[in-house]
């Protein structure tokens, strides 16, 4: 079975600063890998997945992720965030017969 | 398509009492899944159905949690007798398969049981 551990439970930054959210996970199979986003009272929304090929992913809003295999990590970066990025950020891995969320990344954006 | 729709949206209840939440995925769908959202567990899978059928209910708490999907286009989750730590975001989220495709959430009932 897999896990997925988001390291940092909350992180703050300031407007226009760049951002780096960690994601790391643990499984014994291929998997695939995405990243929501929560905005307040809102469901998840998708941000962008890793299928195959290319290990740099584009999202929207600018985001975009790295899938490094060797290190099993699927960190979410932004060069340059907007106070409007601040919400809830959650990892996922999907393997066959489940799909597992980490615990949620909350970024705080201040100008 | 107005996307997956839970509801209510929010209800509160006292301790004991039947509490039913429900689901419409989206049409075409053909996996359906309900996760409840807390601060110290954060997004947990509680159950998930394809094509109608429960395929992992490993997640759910206890006896006291059903969940069912009569059809394609319905779900509900129900909580009988409710417990204040029950108190939870519950969500629902539907997918056109499993692996590589996207789930795509309801706004989420917020359950308050006192």
């Known amino acids: 079975a897999q896990s997925v551990t988001q390291l940092d439970s909350q992180v703050p930054v300031f407007e226009e600063a760049p951002v780096e959210l960690r994601c790391n996970y643990s499984?014994?199979?291929?998997?695939?890998l995405f990243w929501y986003v929560q905005y307040p009272n809102q469901g998840l929304q998708l941000l962008l997945k890793?299928?195959?090929?290319?290990?740099l992913v584009k999202g929207i809003n600018g985001f975009e992720a790295e899938f490094n295999k060797s290190q099993t990590s699927f960190h979410l970066r932004k060069p340059s965030v907007h106070i409007s990025d601040t919400a809830e950020y959650f990892c996922a891995v999907s393997e066959p017969s489940t799909l597992t969320f980490g615990k949620g990344t909350m970024l705080l954006v201040s100008p | 398509d107005a996307g997956v729709i839970q509801s209510p949206r929010h209800e509160v209840t006292e301790m004991g009492q039947e509490v039913t939440l429900r689901c419409k995925p989206i049409?075409?769908?053909?996996?359906l899944f309900w996760y409840r959202q807390t601060m110290m567990r954060g997004l947990e899978l509680l159950i998930y159905f394809n094509n109608n059928v429960p395929i992992d209910d490993s997640g759910m708490p206890e006896d006291r949690f059903s969940a069912k999907m009569p059809n394609a286009s319905f779900s509900t989750l129900k909580i009988q007798p409710s417990e204040p730590r029950d108190s939870a975001v519950y969500f629902c989220?539907?997918?056109?398969?499993?692996?590589?495709?996207?789930?795509?959430f309801g706004q989420g009932t917020r359950l308050t049981v006192v």
């Open positions: 049409s075409g769908h053909d996996y």
């Open positions: 499984s014994s199979v291929s998997v695939y």
């Open positions: 890793y299928l195959s090929g290319s290990t």
């Open positions: 989220a539907s997918s056109f398969g499993l692996m590589n495709t996207e789930a795509f």
